[in-house]
């Protein structure tokens, strides 16, 4: 889809409401890491505007896989957070 985007130029806008990633043995080896990194550089290699607006939670690796862009609007009660408070339990 954002290969489509870019190829027709039209801007790509996102709504984020993601937990986050899984912090969890099983999940990185089920290549987790990688499909975000994955992301990560098409999304980097895209000529077209990227706009991203959070309108609910935003946390960790799943929103950063699909937060990558070039301008980020939130809603006034959203939140954008590095771990959530699972992951950060499950990581102690």
Do not use: W
């Not at 027709?8 to 409401?17: A, C, R």
């Not at 990227?50 to 862009?69: K, R």
């Amino acid at each position: 889809m954002m290969y489509y985007a870019d190829h027709h130029g039209f801007p790509i806008v996102k709504f984020i409401d993601i937990p986050g990633a899984y912090a969890e043995l099983k999940s990185e080896e089920l290549g987790q890491g990688e499909a975000i990194a994955n992301n990560l550089r098409t999304m980097f290699g895209l000529k077209v505007p990227i706009l991203s607006i959070v309108v609910g939670e935003g946390g960790s690796g799943g929103a950063l896989a699909i937060g990558c862009d070039n301008e980020m609007l939130m809603l006034e009660n959203a939140v954008f957070y590095v771990a959530s408070p699972d992951a950060c339990a499950a990581l102690l």
